[in-house]
């Protein structure tokens, strides 16, 4: 119910408040188009500069090719994409909470005002994010299988090598896995 009332609300606001492509918007905006058409990248000096532009919009040039040349598409992908980050922090909080602090921690994503705002812009917050949260639920599955000793070591070793691909996808997406791994040593270290 959390999830249909967070897609309803981002949905409603994407469609109430639509953004044309501007300056960094328009890069991706523009990137994900000659992806898709196959046209020749302009600034291509500025995207080598930026490469993590240039991931997003390889992402965002799947979804141009299938359903065209719409922001609006793009405000609503990122709505799902919102929605399963929405999910993925439930989830999470299951890991460690019971079902009524996971859900109000769903609750408090839907209504996050920040997130509802990057919605309707063509950016890579709401891919990296829900990236990000995808990495944490299943970094925090494998330990607790480790710690358990649920799991032969092979699984362990493609389920940490599939996190590994996922670490690399979000880096090509933002430049921020480092963060991540950093931030795992820490919480490993205390």
């Known amino acids: ?12 606001w994407v469609l109430l408040i639509r953004i044309q492509p501007f300056s960094d918007y328009d890069k991706y905006w523009q990137v994900a188009i000659s992806l898709a058409t196959g046209r020749e990248i302009e600034d291509a000096w500025y995207i080598a500069m930026y490469p993590h532009i240039l991931g997003t ?22 709505v799902i994409l919102t929605t399963l980050s929405g999910l993925l922090i439930f989830y999470i909080c299951l890991e460690f909470a019971d079902k009524e602090t996971a859900a109000f921690a769903s609750l408090l994503w839907a209504l996050c005002p920040s997130k ?4 309707s812009l063509v950016f ?13 639920l299943m970094f925090m599955k494998l ?25 690399q996808c979000i880096n090509i997406v933002r430049p921020i896995a480092g963060i991540i791994l950093i931030a795992l040593f820490i919480w490993f270290l205390l």
């Open 143 to 167: 330990n607790k299988a480790i710690v358990a000793g649920e799991r032969a070591l092979w699984e362990c070793i493609v389920v940490g090598s599939l996190l590994g691909f996922l670490l």
């Open 116 to 119: 509802l705002m990057l919605n």
């Open 1 to 12: 119910a959390i999830a249909a009332f967070c897609f309803a609300l981002n949905l409603l």
């Open 124 to 136: 890579s917050e709401p891919l990296y994010t829900c990236l990000i949260l995808l990495f944490m």
């Open 57 to 78: 919009a390889s992402f965002l040039s799947v979804f141009i090719r299938i359903f065209g040349q719409s922001v609006l598409m793009v405000s609503i992908l990122n």
